[in-house]
């Protein structure tokens, strides 16, 4: 695996671990009654989102120009981080949603 994919691999970890942190810590925020917060941490998390779709979109125009893209155990890892975190963000606004319907009442 050459350093370009390791950069791409850990970029798309590390932005998408904070983008799960992020939705965490938006459901905590809710829990609590703290739906403004948790809104923010929700904004916060879509942006760390965006910045490791970005690194996998390099991968995608990369591979679509014909370079074929070398598979490792990294580059799993790191769409699998991607992936659970994208979840876990839908989950999360899910969550605040219903915190703030039982907040209403």
């Given at each position: 695996?050459?350093?370009?994919?390791?950069?791409i691999s850990?970029?798309?970890?590390?932005?998408?671990?904070?983008?799960?942190?992020?939705?965490?810590?938006?459901i905590?925020?809710?829990?609590?009654g703290?739906?403004?917060?948790?809104?923010?941490c929700?904004?916060k998390?879509?942006?760390?989102?965006?910045?490791a779709?970005?690194?996998?979109?390099e991968?995608?125009?990369?591979?679509?120009?014909?370079?074929?893209?070398e598979?490792?155990?990294?580059?799993?890892?790191?769409?699998?981080?991607?992936?659970?975190?994208?979840?876990?963000?839908?989950?999360?606004?899910?969550?605040?949603?219903?915190?703030?319907?039982?907040?209403?009442?």
């Open positions: 695996m050459d350093e370009k994919m390791i950069e850990f970029g798309i970890i590390g932005f998408a671990g904070d983008a799960k942190g992020l939705a965490f810590e938006a905590k925020e809710a829990k609590s703290n739906i403004d917060k948790a809104r923010e929700i904004e998390s879509k942006e760390s989102i965006h910045k779709h970005k690194f996998q979109t991968l995608i125009q990369n591979e679509a120009n014909g370079n074929k893209t598979i490792s155990v990294i580059l799993i890892h790191a769409q699998d981080h991607l992936m659970t975190a994208m979840n876990f963000q839908q989950l999360a606004e899910e969550f605040i949603d219903v915190y703030e319907r039982l907040e209403s009442k």
